[in-house]
């Protein structure tokens, strides 16, 4: 209701306030890349040019209520995405990216606490947000040297997929072991060549923790990769016999017991995150023989039972996730030789056939995710006799790069992981 009154004792103007419960509309369009908005408003974003963030109150109230509306109907084209300045917004943390992207859509948000903070009431696409950030850089870590010397070294990955010089490692030196981020910006690598269970942290600048008494079956030729928005997964692998086993990792980066397994037990296989928050196992080596059966896992880290596997079937090879949409690639490994041959993975977790390779034939090498959206290959053997620190760069688009002369020790049997939200 809005008009004007006589003796009106709440405005001096004489003009009645919006109702309780309702919001202030402006006549104005906002167009820039950034807007501040303020509670009991509704705003008209226009994102016809770039993209707008737009930034909530620092200081929000029980009950607070704002709408922001697709004002020239572009959400889908440049994006909608909000900065919860400190607050939380659907339970999450500021850290994590809140956009949308529906074309024509309207949101309206409302405060409730510090626990579950800004909670959309009428969206149509809640679904989209919030998602979590994208982690920046990587990690190798571990591996055998010329002689079959136990390594731990680490070599950092930038933001641009530069590899740095060794580090002097932190831990048992080991081999044949697994990696993967965990709470959204960290990593873990876990298990090993001699049986080992133990796990050594990663936190998010870079620097290795010292040994974690491990949980569960201690075994080598294990996988590792990330599933839901912060938690991990170890798979399968190798005690002498070959096992179907998983241990899951919380947000904190404490591994848990055993979970019998699904599917084909076995060992040197690959795994990776597909679909911004879900797993596959692919791959592997079962006694004398190689399988190119996957697994997929879900986003509450459940394994599936075995796909029939397209493509070579082959072992210790690499995986890692790449591009916006949560596609994959797991690369190399060896069939009765070194292969330099890829297969792309869908962000619904199918394994497209082989592509043939670029780059060094190798096998026993490890990969990750850095810069958001990119991939890398790096290091491994050929032969059995000759080591490498080369590296191949994935770009978004799962195209990989020729060899890149690598940094730091050349050796096989490695992991690496992602981790920091920082370029």
């Known amino acids: 209701m809005s008009g004007t009154i006589v003796n009106n004792i709440t405005r001096t103007s004489g003009t009645i306030a919006p109702a309780a419960g309702g919001l202030n509309w402006g006549s104005d369009v906002i167009t820039g890349s950034t807007a501040t908005v303020s509670a009991g408003n509704g705003y008209w974003i226009n994102t016809t040019s770039n993209a707008c963030t737009v930034t909530l109150p620092s200081s929000a109230a029980l009950g607070d209520k704002i709408s922001l509306v697709d004002y020239a109907r572009t959400w889908a084209t440049n994006n909608l995405i909000i900065d919860s300045n400190g607050n939380n917004f659907q ?64 070599n950092l990955v930038s933001s641009s997929g530069v590899i740095a010089s060794d580090v002097t490692g932190v831990g048992t030196a080991r081999e044949m072991l697994g990696a993967s981020s965990y709470g959204g910006d960290k990593g873990i690598f876990g298990y090993g060549h001699s049986s080992y269970s133990m796990t050594n942290l990663v936190n998010n600048s870079g620097v290795v923790s010292a040994d974690v008494t491990g949980v569960g079956t201690g075994r080598y030729g294990v996988a590792a990769a990330s599933y839901g928005t912060d938690k991990a997964i170890f798979g399968y692998g190798s005690t002498g016999g070959n096992l179907s086993m998983t241990n899951l990792v919380n947000n904190s980066g404490v591994v848990s017991a055993d979970v019998t397994g699904v599917g084909t037990a076995r060992y040197r296989l690959s795994a990776t995150s597909y679909g911004t928050d879900k797993v596959i196992f692919a791959y592997g080596r079962v006694s004398s023989s190689n399988v190119s059966v996957s697994n997929l896992v879900n986003n509450s880290g459940v394994v599936a039972a075995d796909v029939t596997g397209v493509g070579t079937a082959r072992y210790s090879l690499a995986a890692a996730g790449y591009g916006s949409a949560g596609q994959a690639i797991v690369g190399y490994g060896k069939t009765s030789s070194a292969v330099s041959m890829t297969n792309k993975v869908s962000n619904l977790g199918v394994v497209a056939t082989d ?36 590296s191949n760069l994935v770009s978004n688009s799962g195209v990989v790069a020729s060899d890149t002369t690598g940094v730091g020790t050349a050796r096989y049997g490695l992991a690496a992981a992602n981790f920091s939200y920082s370029a």
């Open 91 to 154: 339970g999450e943390t500021d850290v994590f990216i809140v956009d949308y992207s529906t074309a024509g859509q309207s949101i309206t948000i409302v405060y409730s606490d510090a626990t579950k903070g800004w909670i959309p009431i009428s969206d149509d696409a809640v679904t989209e947000a919030p998602s979590p950030p994208v982690t920046q850089k990587g990690i190798f870590g571990y591996g055998s040297a010329s002689g079959y010397t136990k390594q731990n070294v680490t």
């Open 355 to 390: 592509v043939s390779g670029v780059g060094t034939a190798r096998w026993n090498l490890a990969a990750t995710s850095y810069g958001g959206d990119k991939a890398i290959f790096g290091y491994g053997e050929v032969l059995g006799t000759v080591w490498l620190s080369l």
